[in-house]
């Protein structure tokens, strides 16, 4: 049986290598896969988190810690949807259209993921119709919207527009982020969340799935 305080080590110092063989071991112990997630994972991330806040780590230590919670997910995933267990919430992820920036897209994606939440990431220039494409596939209750550019930041507005036109707008909460984003522009544009990092993303889209 591993000493599982260890995968939290792991994941917090971003050893994948290790998280990933330290999650197999408990697996095979049959350690269940919802509890490794919730009492190990999890909190490992929301303490990297909590560095990030005060300036004890910086985005390359977010970025190894969620790539080694990302390299453990993989092997748990197969088995929370074969048990039926639910995530937080669903989250659909992607640069708005004509913005080709993935970097802080890919850091939240992460986050969120090593929050408990399932991530449905769309990659970069991603059309509001294909947004609405997927929400009419898949039950998700927030999409998250990323632009670096200034001349991009207006599709933000757009793609909640086209929310409204296709009357799915209350079925999702709509989340926004990236460097020229303001917490002023998510409001004008109607944006129910806003972040300036990925950190604050994970507490944003906390609070909005559970209001």
């Keep these: 049986m591993p000493e599982l305080s260890k995968l939290t080590d ?3 110092d971003g050893d994948s290598k290790t998280a990933v063989a330290l999650t197999k071991e408990a697996l095979d112990a049959k350690v269940d896969a919802q509890e490794l997630v919730s009492k190990y994972m999890i909190p490992a991330m929301d303490e990297v988190g909590r560095r990030y806040e005060i300036g004890d780590c910086f985005v390359p230590e977010l970025l190894i810690a969620a790539r080694a919670m990302k390299g453990a997910l993989e092997l748990i995933r197969p088995l929370l949807a074969a048990s039926g267990a ?3 919430g669903r989250v659909l992820i992607g ?3 004509g913005d080709l920036h993935d970097i802080g897209k890919n850091l939240v994606a992460s986050m969120l ?10 990659g970069v220039d991603v059309p509001p119709e294909k947004i609405l494409g997927e929400l009419k596939t898949r039950k998700v209750n927030m999409v998250a919207l990323s632009a670096l550019l200034t001349t991009t930041m207006p599709g933000m507005k757009t793609v909640i527009e086209e929310l409204k036109k296709a ?4 079925q999702v909460k709509v989340i926004v982020g990236g460097a020229p984003v303001t917490q002023r522009f998510a409001d004008e544009i109607g944006a129910d969340g806003y972040s300036d990092n990925a950190n604050g993303a994970v507490s944003v889209a906390r ?3 559970n209001a």
């Design 10 to 12: 792991a994941i917090i």
């Design 95 to 97: 640069t708005v259209k």
């Design 207 to 209: 609070k909005l799935v």
């Design 167 to 170: 009357g799915v707008r209350e």
């Design 86 to 88: 639910k995530p937080v």
């Design 113 to 122: 993921e090593g929050a408990g939440f399932e991530v449905i990431d769309l």
